[in-house]
């Protein structure tokens, strides 16, 4: 990705910590194949699944999106394939780059909200290549670093006894949010700002 965003080999191999050589060599592998992949062909055990069953896999994923790895290995076991565990499953999910996330929760949007969006588009609909260029486009995103819950029980006198004392849960998060602007003409400089 360095590379492709102009970045010299030595300073590639210096941000990812790697020799010169490897950089030159994985780089020129990808330019010439489009596999960046470090298996060697004959080399280790055969995959159990296959091509056609990676194909099938991420069929079934695209199905239904929240299904379990436990539920994909059964249902990927119905079929005419060897039968597979759930951890080979969830292994060839994570080498097709398929992982699972919490879905974001957004405010779902209302009539009014539909209506404005086709207010806008219609509105803006016949604008030229050059007022488009000076819009700026923005987004935010926010990143959990680490989150660890810490919990404790309240401080209470020695005499008085409460069968239902509270536990108390204090949340640390340790998040960092980005914030970006997006122009027609490209990118800007990464600017970092402290919080007061």
């Not at 780059?97 to 803006?124: F, Y």
């Not at 000076?134 to 680490?146: K, Y």
């Not at 006198?157 to 536990?167: D, R």
Request: glycine share 6%; hydrophobic share 35%.
């Amino acid at each position: 990705m360095a590379r492709r965003l102009g970045t010299s080999i030595t300073e590639t191999s210096r941000l990812v910590g790697s020799s010169r050589s490897a950089v030159v060599s994985i780089h020129a592998k990808w330019i010439n194949d489009g596999d960046n992949s470090s298996r060697r062909q004959g080399v280790g055990r055969p995959r159990v699944i296959k091509e056609k069953g990676r194909r099938r896999l991420s069929h079934l994923v695209k199905q239904n999106r929240c299904q379990t790895v436990a539920h994909l290995t059964a249902q990927y076991n119905a079929g005419p394939n060897a039968s597979v565990s759930e951890h080979t499953v969830q292994r060839t999910l994570l080498d097709m780059g398929l992982c699972s996330r919490r879905p974001t929760r957004v405010p779902l949007l209302t009539k009014r909200h539909r209506q404005l969006h086709i207010q806008w588009a219609r509105e803006d609909r016949d604008w030229t290549m050059d007022e488009w260029q000076r819009v700026a486009w923005s987004d935010e995103s926010r990143f959990i670093i680490t989150s660890m819950v810490v919990s404790g029980y309240a401080v209470c006198q020695a005499n008085s006894y409460s069968p239902l004392l509270q536990q108390v849960i204090h949340r640390l998060v340790v998040a960092v949010l980005c914030f970006g602007d997006v122009l027609m003409g490209g990118f800007g400089p990464v600017v970092m700002v402290e919080r007061p």
